[in-house]
């Protein structure tokens, strides 16, 4: 279907926004009018400058205010609107978006609205203009989508129809499958926006917290779907107020709307994309470092193994069990501090997965990493780290193992196995970063966890596999300073026993992140524990969570190399969690 961004969504002036929109693909706009009104541009210029880029002006939008007023003021309104149609004329723009009233004056009569929207209509059928009436969900009197279409409905005029908006349908409880019941016909257009749930006035809501579909917690597709099934054929029109979309790259933000609402027609049925193939774990982490060493022996004194060397480059493969961590330090001069840079995830077929991964325009990076690799299928993720697709163990198609050619036995004793992987966001990518793994890995988002920190607020979303398969976490944390600590990844691995591997850890000698006591006292009086057992966990630095159906979590984390750590977790009793409550503890500790 044709699809369409309101310029609303984008940061940026009005030609930013649309070279913004047309590089994403899409095939037209709704010009918002502020967008306009602070443009140096004349319409005439605004419409060429769109036709060159390929786009069509879909809506102009928003008309506020017109009906159900006294005659007196709605003969201003109708002077107002000859205004706006003039305009609209030299833009080449054919559709206005008229939002149900919120003004003093409006009173509460369906007959006066409906003849005065007609008595608009007329007025735009002489300029060739539809009206498409709209109702905001805290219109004055008219709030919800059935009001706006009974008085559409009522005025039965053959330019004046309804602009369905999924936010306000659906932030109101309305139920959508009413929508079937109007003609298609009478959709003149279609917005669409998703938003976290959220328990708050609506006008608030709307204004700053709406999403692109698939990154709150609304069913957009399956309202899309009533739209559908009344017969809409017009274009499927993104319109986000987000305030950090407002600050945001606008490319980036389009991409990401773009990505959304591919998502959206595969969901709704509409057209289908490559199926995802989920994956079914991680290969690898890999650490990119100009300073292998203080890497290494943290590696060595936690019981991994360097089991192989890159056959032409600076890369080691450290091993222990299952878990597998490559140390590259074939970026000296380009990168000072070690940092999590890339995943290797396992799929059971990567030429699959890279198809996918394509027809969501995530980025490809080359399959070559120099002549002699081995071809690996990789993307980039929003936050620049490199996702490569891995089939280990199967002889028939290349493997990243046969770059490498070992050098020792793993000595390790310890069934390790990666756990999740934690990855910093920048805080304007974290919406675009979990609409990328849902949709490009077929991962599935577990709710958002948002914690009060010593200096901001730490938010947290966790993606996984519906059955055992890698977990990221998404970690959006406050920082005091740019950068600093807070931007630190990590590499969680899963253990049998927590307090023997701490033990062990100990006596290599490498260095844990000490928790405070009062910690301990929390815990104390939260939970009970076996005779011993807390004083075990004070003693080592060992977190602890438990579930509401008694399932238990023991953590703990290792000092800070550079940019990353490392976690070791016991999970027992199904505990499905990362511990979020003892992050706030986490990240005073790493700032000390
Ligand atoms: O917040 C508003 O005023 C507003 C304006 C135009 C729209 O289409 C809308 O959904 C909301
Ligand atoms: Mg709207």
């Not at 003039?86 to 509460?108: I, K, N």
């Not at 908006?165 to 998703?194: C, M, N, T, Y």
């Not at 970063?433 to 577990?446: A, C, D, E, Y």
Request: with cysteine; proline share 6%.
């Amino acid at each position: 279907m044709r699809k369409s961004i309101a310029t609303v969504c984008l940061s940026g002036t009005l030609t930013e926004k649309l070279t913004a929109a047309a590089r994403a693909g899409f095939d037209g706009v709704e010009i918002f009018e502020n967008d306009l009104l602070a443009s140096p541009l004349a319409p005439e210029e605004i419409a060429a400058r769109t036709a060159d880029l390929g786009l069509r002006i879909d809506l102009y939008q928003p008309m506020r205010d017109i009906e159900a007023v006294p005659e007196e003021l709605f003969a201003r309104n109708l002077r107002r609107a000859r205004h706006k149609f003039e305009l609209m004329r030299r833009l080449g723009a054919d559709t206005v978006l008229v939002c149900s009233s919120v003004c003093e004056q409006a009173v509460d009569d369906d007959a006066l609205a409906a003849e005065q929207l007609g008595r608009l209509a007329d007025l735009a059928q002489e300029s060739g203009i539809r009206v498409a009436y709209e109702a905001l969900a805290w219109g004055r009197h008219v709030s919800t989508y059935d009001h706006a279409w009974r008085i559409v409905e009522a005025a039965d005029h053959p330019a004046l129809g309804t602009c369905l908006d999924s936010f306000h349908i659906l932030s109101r409880g309305s139920d959508p499958k009413g929508v079937e019941d109007i003609p298609g016909d009478k959709i003149f257009f279609l917005q669409l926006a998703d938003a976290p749930l959220m328990a708050m006035d609506v006008l608030q809501w709307s204004r700053h917290y709406r999403c692109f579909p698939g990154q709150g917690g609304f069913d957009v597709a399956g309202l899309l779907r009533h739209v559908l099934n009344a017969g809409y054929d017009g274009p499927l029109s993104l319109e986000v107020f987000n305030d950090v979309f407002r600050q945001a790259d606008a490319g980036r933000t389009a991409l990401d709307g773009m990505r959304s609402l591919l998502a959206l027609e595969e969901n709704a049925g509409v057209s289908p994309l490559p199926a995802p193939v989920i994956p079914s774990g991680v290969a690898f982490a890999e650490l990119a470092t100009s300073d292998p060493e203080p890497v290494g022996e943290l590696l060595t004194a936690l019981g991994f193994t360097r089991t192989a060397r890159h056959h032409g480059k600076p890369v080691d493969l450290w091993a222990q069990g299952e878990a597998r961590v490559l140390v590259n330090a074939g970026t000296v001069g380009r990168r000072t501090d070690t940092t999590l840079a890339a995943v290797g995830l396992e799929t059971a077929d990567p030429a699959a997965s890279a198809r996918r991964a394509e027809a969501l325009l995530a980025p490809a990076l080359p399959k070559h990493r120099t002549a002699q690799d081995v071809p690996l299928e990789s993307i980039a993720a929003p936050d620049g780290t490199e996702v490569l697709f891995c089939a280990t163990g199967r002889p028939e198609l290349p493997s990243w193992t046969d770059d490498f050619a070992a050098t020792a036995e793993s000595a390790g004793a310890t069934a390790l196995t990666i756990d999740h992987l934690a990855l910093t966001q920048p805080w304007h990518h974290f919406d675009e970063s979990v609409l990328f793994h849902r949709t490009v890995l077929g991962l599935s988002p577990h709710d958002t966890v948002e914690l009060a920190d010593p200096y901001g607020l730490f938010r947290s979303r966790a993606l996984s596999a519906p059955s055992d398969g890698p977990r990221l976490v998404l970690n959006l944390a406050p920082s005091p300073e740019e950068g600093g600590e807070t931007r630190a990844r990590h590499v969680a691995f899963a253990v049998d026993d927590i307090v023997a591997a701490v033990h062990r850890f100990r006596a290599a000698g490498a260095a844990l992140l000490r928790v405070p006591a009062n910690y301990y006292d929390d815990l104390e009086a939260r939970f009970d524990f076996a005779e011993g057992e807390l004083e075990t966990y004070r003693e080592l630095g060992i977190l602890y969570d438990r579930d509401e159906r008694g399932g238990e979590f023991r953590h703990c984390y290792t000092e800070t190399v550079g940019h990353v750590f490392f976690e070791f977790v016991q999970r027992s009793g199904g505990y499905a969690g990362f511990g979020a409550a003892n992050a706030p503890i986490r990240l005073a500790a790493q700032r000390r």
